[in-house]
């Protein structure tokens, strides 16, 4: 397996002036300078398992588990990814199992992975589907969520919050947009931070595709009665069922936090 900060530096970028905070390790390991430092690591996931390395897998709505398959195309560890299996039996609105790994109510979130849908992936109306889940603690408090936004491809990687205010909003790209065609691997990069103080309005989510900044807003309410996020997970809910069977592949994912 290769290292992570080697693949890492292949697509890295020019530092932001907004983020000066950063350690040279931070941008090592980072597209676009994303997380400033002191984050602690608290996964680095190589899905050589479906589950383990501090992660949890439940199987939902899918009629087949999630398996480890090899891949030779993808860009970080070609012998382990995760493949994410959808059938068509699954209900509308569902997923068809859930990865996780418990956070310490953390008010910064740095997360990563690569991710590619297979070539015959069908879309529906609200999107490709969603992809990646933070849990706001305590529970009940509410989620936000990376999505892969378009009916058809090229899809772009947007978020959503559902707390209040916003009940449902959904954060398209600001800055650029990277487009994701099906059969390819694309790196994701998200970050999320909590604001100074109850009930201020400088809560931050930042998100890069392939090393390239798409969504920059420094802005964001969070739940006022919340105290950071519980829970990382990849939950791809899509909202009609597959026609035939088609997969959503993960290669190496990582989880900082504060």
Known sequence: MRCHCMIALTIAGAVTACDRASDSSTVATAPTLLAPSGLEQLTDQPWNSVAGNGWSYRRRTSAKDADIVSDGS???SPD?????????????DTEP???WIELPRSREVYTGWWIKLSSNWVGSPAGACKMTFLWAAPGGQGQVYTALLGSSEPHHVGVNTEWAPY???IWEPNVSLTEI????????????????AAGATDGVMRWWVDGALNGN???????AGGDGFHQFEFAPTIQIPPP???YMYIDHSFVRAR
């Open 80 to 92: 382990y990814v995760l493949r994410i299996i959808f059938t068509p039996d699954m209900p509308r």
């Open 244 to 246: 035939a069977e088609q």
């Open 181 to 196: 065609r099906h059969g390819e691997w694309h790196r994701v990069d998200w970050y999320v931070r909590w604001p100074t």
């Open 217 to 223: 807003y420094i802005d964001v309410r969070f739940p």
């Open 74 to 76: 993808a860009p970080f």
């Open 97 to 99: 199992g859930v990865h």
């Open 167 to 169: 009940s449902q909003k």
